[in-house]
C-alpha cells in the first residue's frame, strides 16, 4: 500500500527552525514529484515547496522563499523540508504529497498531486 507518513513537527518560537520529513512506504519516490502544502485554520490549502524527481528543480511560495529548503534523499526513500526563521503565520498543518512528475507545477498546485500524508502541526508561537 502506497503511504507518506510526515513527521518532524512541533511548536517552535518565532525565528526558530524545524525540519520536516516526508517517508514513503509501499513504492519508490525516485520517479515522483513530491509538494509541501500547508493549511491554516479557515483558509484554503496552499503549495509551499516542491522538488523534482531528480532533485536538479525546486519551486517555492513566495511567503517561504529564502526561508524554506526543499530536499530529497532517494535512498532513504524520504523528502525534507527545512524550515528557518519560521514566523507565527507559518503555522499550520503541513501536508506533502507525491505524483509521478519528472517536474514540478508553476505555482505550486493541488492537482496533479493524489498521494497525500495525513498531515502534521507546525506552530509557531512564544
Known amino acids: 500500500q502506497l503511504q507518506l507518513v510526515e513527521s518532524g513537527g512541533g511548536l517552535v518560537q518565532p525565528g526558530g527552525s524545524l525540519t520536516l520529513s516526508c517517508a514513503a512506504s509501499g513504492f519508490t519516490l525516485d520517479y515522483y514529484g513530491i509538494g509541501w502544502f500547508r493549511q491554516a485554520p479557515g483558509k484554503e490549502r496552499e503549495g509551499v515547496a516542491c522538488i523534482s524527481s531528480s532533485g536538479g528543480s525546486t519551486n517555492y511560495a513566495d511567503s517561504v522563499k529564502g526561508r524554506f529548503t526543499i530536499s530529497r534523499d532517494n535512498a532513504k526513500n524520504t523528502v525534507f523540508l527545512q524550515m528557518n526563521s519560521l514566523k507565527p503565520e507559518d503555522t499550520a498543518t503541513y501536508y506533502c504529497?507525491?505524483?509521478?512528475?519528472?517536474?514540478?507545477?508553476?505555482?505550486?498546485?493541488?492537482?496533479?498531486?493524489?498521494?497525500w500524508g495525513q498531515g502534521i502541526q507546525v506552530t509557531g508561537s512564544s
Open positions: 504529497a507525491a505524483e509521478r512528475l519528472s517536474g514540478c507545477p508553476r505555482p505550486i498546485s493541488i492537482p496533479p498531486f493524489y498521494h
